[in-house]
């Protein structure tokens, strides 16, 4: 029905930046919030991004001036441009979607995730 594909995640030294994006496709009618959510192994997946159909934005303290997400609503896309990147900020990366379907369903959606390590 509706399918979130991630890219742009891999391995970058700290300091680094990296681009990620979400394409949504499927019977889409209409995309409210979209965002990004992070999670490591043990621990609970957390709130990185996210930005209303309006483009109005919410970040977690911790990416707070290092991180910008943004959306292009003809394409059905969001992208997480992230700089400055920290060792604590390596991580599977979520897409998060609420969707309206052709026919008026409401969903949730979650991509496959990405992974985003950063080393040295």
């Known amino acids: 029905q509706v399918q979130l594909v991630e890219s742009g995640g891999g391995l970058v030294q700290p300091g680094g930046s990296l681009r990620l994006s979400c394409a949504a496709s499927g019977r889409i009618f209409s995309i409210n919030t979209m965002g990004w959510y992070r999670q490591t192994p043990g621990k609970q997946r957390e709130l990185v991004a996210t930005i209303t159909r309006g483009s109005s934005t919410n970040y977690a303290d911790s990416v707070k001036g290092r991180f910008t997400i943004s959306r292009d609503n003809a394409k059905n896309t969001v992208y997480l441009q992230m700089n400055s990147l920290k060792p604590e900020d390596t991580a599977v990366y979520y897409c998060?979607?609420?969707?309206?379907?052709?026919?008026?369903?409401?969903?949730?959606?979650w991509g496959q995730g990405t992974q985003v390590t950063v080393s040295s």
């Open positions: 998060n979607a609420f969707i309206i379907m052709i026919g008026w369903t409401n969903i949730e959606s």
